[in-house]
Nanobody, 121 residues
Framework: QVQLVESGGGLVQAGGSLRLSCAAS????????MGWYRQAPGNQRELAAA???????QYADSVKGRFTISRDNAKNTVYLQMNSLKPEDTAVYYC???????????????WGKGTLVTVSS
């Protein structure tokens, strides 16, 4: 069993900043990949940013230059620093992790329950 705890969502004015955190715990041998997806009402869920265990990063074109994803492997935590927020960033943000479990070394995907980010104009 793996649990994800997300935090950091809230209401901000356009141009403001938020930092999202996602901490994983449970039967984890290693975390292969962590990322943040977002879903606005009426839209499909889309990748915002992701990071591998080797610190390779991937960003949606719409957030490049504004969002930064990072991780702390010792804490099994991924962060998403969101700057220069726009109303279009309003969505529920979901943490996703791909882990190798312990002790059976299965590769498994887990999703958090989501945290709401609202950007007002």
């Amino acid at each position: 069993q793996v649990q994800l705890v997300e935090s950091g969502g809230g209401l901000v004015q356009a141009g403001g900043s938020l930092r999202l955190s996602c901490a994983a715990s449970g039967s984890i041998f290693s975390i292969n990949r962590m990322g943040w997806y977002r879903q606005a009402p009426g839209n499909q869920r889309e990748l915002a940013a992701a990071i591998t265990s080797g610190a390779n990063t991937q960003y949606a074109d719409s957030v490049k230059g504004r969002f930064t994803i990072s991780r702390d492997n010792a804490k099994n935590t991924v962060y998403l620093q969101m700057n220069s927020l726009k109303p279009e960033d309003t969505a529920v943000y979901y943490c996703k992790v791909v882990v190798t479990t312990s002790p059976y070394y299965n590769v498994v995907e887990y999703w958090g329950k989501g945290t709401l980010v609202t950007v007002s104009s």
